[in-house]
């Protein structure tokens, strides 16, 4: 489903990481990098990219956290957690408007 909300929004398809602190810029570098070395597979979304996290390698609260960061420095992209019950897989999907599916597959290619 495409979110045409984000495709009304004023908010360029650009990371402004101004948008966080300096501060708190080494603790989202931290989780950032906690995060890309937690992707254990990827999945195409027709306005986005799901990826499956290792929940043995961030845990939940650090990609909420993460998360929080993210939106500010990039407000476009719409987040999403599904947790599968029984210690199953873990998804975070990041989806928006047109050109949201190319700017995040970049990010993480492989």
Known sequence: ??????????SPLVCDLTAISAGDRPRYNELRRIVGTSVTGRRDLPDGLAIQIDADRIALSQLAEWISFERKCCPFFEFRIDIAPESGPVWLSLTGCSGVKEFISAAFAG
């Not at 489903?1 to 009304?8: E, F, I």
């Open 1 to 10: 489903m495409t979110n045409d909300g984000c495709c009304s929004s004023k």
